[in-house]
C-alpha cells in the first residue's frame, strides 16, 4: 500500500547467477525451462502487475537493474511491452557497488561506462548457440571414461559476440558474403560498447599518425560536451582490416570491426571539450592466419580506424567511409555513419613476418595443430568453420553437428592418466629443473 504513497519509481532488480566457478542453471519450475537468461513466467507476472500500476497512476516511472554478469535476453524491451522508462546494467555490485547504483539513479553521479556484451533479444540469434550442446561420441563409448564421452565444437570460431552481429551486417549491407536477409535490429539490443548519460556528447577532428619504428598507430579526437549537466565520455577505437582473397583462400577470418583502444574524458561541463589521444599496438592490428603462413600476418590494402561509441556506430563509419549510405544501400544500412571519424592507412604488401615474433623474442606459430580435426587427419573427420565468405552456407546448426566417432587414436588419448602410490613408502623430494625433453 506504502507505493501510493511514494508514487515516483518503481525499481526492478533481475537477477541471474553465473560466473567463475559457477555456471549459469535451469530451473524447469520457472518458465520453460530453456532459457535462463530471458524473463521467466513469475518475472513476467511481476512487470505486468507493476506496469498496471503505473497506467492507473499510482507510479510514475519503472527502472529496471539488470543484476547479472551474463548478458540477460531483453526481448521486454523490444515494444517495451511492460512501459520500462530505463534499465541499467549493474553488473554484479558487491559489498558496495549498490552505493554508486543510488548515486547514478538519483543524479548525484552521471553514468560513463559502456557494454561488455551484446544484448540481444534472443539469445539464440547468436551462432554459438546453434550447436551449443554435449555430442557423445559415436561406437563404443565404454572404452573411454565417462566424463570424456562428449566433445564440443566451436564451429563459430572467431564470430562471438559483436565481432559476428557487426560483420554479418557490414556484409548484408555490402551485399557480399551470402549475408541472406540479416535483420541487425531484429537481433541486436543494445551493441557492444553501447552507453548512455545524463548529457550528450560530439566527437570531431579525428587525426591519425602511424610510426613505423614502433608500429604503433596513435589518434587524436577531440570531445564536446553538447548538453546541460556535467560528465565523462568513454571513447572507443575500432580497426577495419581488408578481407582479401589472401584471407579467403587460406581461411582467415576477420570480423568488420575490431575494439583496438579505448579512453575516457575526465569531467567535462557543458560545451567543454578534451582532445584525447589513444594509442594503438601494432599487435592489435595483425590477424592470425593458421592454415596459411601459421602465424600473425598483416594483409595488403586498406585499414579503416574510427572513434565510435560502440560496436555498430564503429561499423556504419567505415560503411560510410566505404561510401555506402542508407540511401545507395536500399535501406540495408540502418543509419548514416560518419566517415570524418575514419582514418585510412595502406598496407601495399602481404606481410608475414613483422608480427611473427613475440616482443620477446619468440618466434610465433601454431603449436596445437593437433586441437583442430582440419589439421589432425588421426581425428578422422572435418569442420566446417563458419566464415564471412558464405554466411548461409557455413552457419552451425544442430542438423550439422560434426559427428565424431571414436578410433584407436581418440581412445588413446582420452583415457585418464593415473599412477599408483605405495602409502608406506617414504617421502622422496622430487628432483626440480630437470630437462625431461617435455614441452607444451
Not at 14 to 24: F, K, M, Q, W
Not at 344 to 360: F, M, Q, R, V
Not at 404 to 419: P, R, S, T, V
Request: one cysteine or more; hydrophobic letters at 35%; glycine letters at 10%.
Amino acid at each position: 500500500e506504502s507505493i501510493e504513497e511514494y508514487g515516483d519509481a518503481a525499481i526492478v532488480v533481475l537477477s541471474r547467477i553465473g560466473g567463475e566457478g559457477a555456471d549459469s542453471y535451469f530451473d524447469h519450475e520457472l518458465g520453460d525451462g530453456k532459457n535462463y537468461l530471458a524473463l521467466n513466467d513469475i518475472e513476467k507476472e511481476m512487470m505486468e502487475n507493476i506496469k498496471a500500476l503505473k497506467d492507473a497512476g499510482k507510479i510514475n516511472k519503472i527502472v529496471v537493474l539488470i543484476n547479472t554478469s551474463n548478458a540477460l535476453q531483453v526481448d521486454f524491451l523490444k515494444n517495451n511491452e511492460y512501459g520500462v522508462d530505463a534499465t541499467l546494467w549493474i553488473g554484479g555490485v558487491g559489498q558496495t557497488g549498490i552505493n554508486a547504483v543510488a548515486e547514478i539513479l538519483n543524479g548525484k553521479v552521471n553514468p560513463s561506462g559502456s557494454l561488455v556484451d551484446t544484448y540481444c533479444f534472443d539469445n539464440y540469434a547468436h551462432p554459438v548457440m546453434q550447436n551449443f550442446t554435449p555430442i557423445v561420441y559415436e561406437g563404443d563409448t565404454s572404452l573411454i571414461p565417462g566424463h570424456a564421452d562428449t566433445y564440443m565444437v566451436y564451429q563459430e570460431g572467431i564470430y562471438v559476440g559483436y565481432k559476428y552481429f557487426e560483420t554479418r551486417y557490414e556484409d548484408y549491407v555490402m551485399g557480399t558474403g551470402n549475408a541472406g536477409s540479416y535483420g541487425y535490429n531484429d537481433e541486436v539490443a543494445f551493441p557492444f560498447g553501447y552507453g548512455l548519460s545524463y548529457t550528450t556528447f560530439e566527437y570531431s577532428d579525428m587525426t591519425m599518425k602511424y610510426d613505423a619504428a614502433s608500429q604503433t598507430y596513435t589518434i587524436d579526437v577531440t570531445v564536446t560536451n553538447t548538453g546541460d549537466v556535467a560528465g565523462k565520455e568513454t571513447v572507443q577505437i575500432y580497426v577495419s582490416s581488408p578481407y582479401t582473397q589472401y584471407d579467403k583462400d587460406n581461411n582467415v577470418e576477420k570480423a568488420s570491426v575490431s575494439l583496438v583502444g579505448f579512453d575516457k574524458t575526465q569531467i567535462l561541463n557543458p560545451g567543454q571539450s578534451e582532445t584525447l589521444t589513444i594509442e594503438v599496438d601494432g599487435d592489435y592490428v595483425a590477424s592470425y592466419d593458421a592454415y596459411g603462413a601459421g602465424t600473425y600476418i598483416l594483409d595488403a590494402g586498406d585499414y579503416y580506424f574510427t572513434a565510435a561509441t560502440d560496436a555498430h556506430n564503429a561499423a556504419n563509419n567505415v560503411l560510410a567511409a566505404k561510401g555506402f549510405t542508407p540511401e545507395n544501400t536500399a535501406g540495408r544500412m540502418d543509419v548514416a555513419g560518419n566517415a570524418a571519424l575514419v582514418a585510412t592507412w595502406n598496407n601495399p604488401e602481404l606481410d608475414t613476418t613483422t608480427y611473427a615474433t613475440s616482443d620477446a623474442g619468440t618466434e610465433i606459430n601454431n603449436k596445437l595443430n593437433s586441437s583442430d580435426p582440419n589439421m589432425n587427419s588421426e581425428v578422422g573427420t572435418t569442420v566446417t568453420y563458419l566464415s564471412r565468405n558464405d554466411w548461409e552456407g557455413t552457419m552451425p546448426s544442430l542438423e550439422k553437428t560434426i559427428k565424431i566417432a571414436l578410433n584407436e587414436y581418440l581412445i588413446k588419448g582420452l583415457q585418464d592418466q593415473q599412477y599408483a602410490t605405495d602409502p608406506n613408502a617414504e617421502a622422496v623430494m622430487p628432483t626440480l629443473g630437470a630437462d625431461n625433453g617435455l614441452k607444451l
